[in-house]
């Protein structure tokens, strides 16, 4: 019975991570998920339900499109893989509860903002005011509305402050994303998601500097940092501040 659970939750997994490269691929550039069907990028030939098996129908086509013989990346696989390991996280984590509901909610919005940021430098709107609606909604059945509530607020604000403070030194789209993890994670997630991806974005800056790649004033894309910090807060926060506060 376990092992039928979990191939139902590496499926449930890819196939959000396919609907994942979705968003990545038509949110950044104005485009519904919904409409039109998927199709080739280089040849606009609609994709039938043989070209859309996540995973498998790019290792059977070798990665190129039936129709033009067009290489589709090898990104695209690996996103509905790493979707399924996240989504396989939270629900090893969680087992079967509204906590679990929700972090695969959460996991599919840090996931795309993520490559979007990587992609583009930019966090859509479209993701982030939907998903600070939606951590308050499910709060209701997960972490309560009033700690949400505050762990958005107190999170967007803390890096509305660095923005004003750093005069753009933090983008919109990040205290947007920060206030979505507050909603979902409240304030012991949130302070751990602040730590974790300041740590995470100096590390990296600093070892692109060392390695002459980038200046003290070069820009950094933080959602990344925000998307893997917020993950592992949501899954961990409690351990982690109890881990922090024995030390002292």
């Known amino acids: 019975m376990e092992t039928v659970t979990y191939l139902a939750v590496a499926a449930v997994g890819l196939l ?7 968003i990545i691929a038509r949110i950044p550039h104005g485009e519904s998920v919904v409409t039109p069907s998927s199709h080739c990028p280089r040849c606009g030939h609609r994709l039938g339900v043989l070209d859309l098996v996540p995973v498998l129908s790019w ?24 979707t399924a390991a996240l989504f396989m996280g939270v629900f090893l ?5 509204a906590y679990t509901l929700a972090g695969w909610a959460l996991t599919v919005i840090l996931v795309s903002s993520a490559f979007i940021d990587l992609d583009e430098g930019i966090i859509p709107d479209v993701i982030t005011i ?16 009033f700690p949400a509530l505050w762990g958005a607020l107190a999170f967007g604000g803390v890096l509305f402050l660095v923005a004003v403070i750093s005069k753009g030194g933090m983008g919109g789209g990040d205290i947007k994303l920060a206030a979505v993890i507050g909603a979902f994670t409240g304030l012991p997630g949130a302070a ?44 961990f926060s409690n351990e982690i501040v109890a881990w922090y506060l024995g030390m002292w």
């Open 130 to 145: 939907p998903g600070v609606v939606l951590g308050l909604v499910v709060s209701f059945v997960t972490i309560g509305f």
């Open 16 to 22: 959000f991570g396919s609907f994942t490269n979705v």
């Open 59 to 82: 290792l059977f086509l070798k990665g190129k499109c039936r129709y033009c013989q067009e290489a589709i990346s090898i990104r695209y696989p690996a996103v509905e893989l790493l």
């Open 93 to 97: 984590r969680w087992g079967i509860s």
């Open 192 to 235: 751990v998601t602040l730590l974790l991806s300041s740590f995470m974005g100096a590390v990296f800056g600093i070892t692109l500097m060392l390695m002459g790649r980038a200046g003290r004033k070069t820009p950094v894309k933080f959602g990344p940092f925000l998307a893997v910090a917020a993950y592992t807060a949501y899954l």
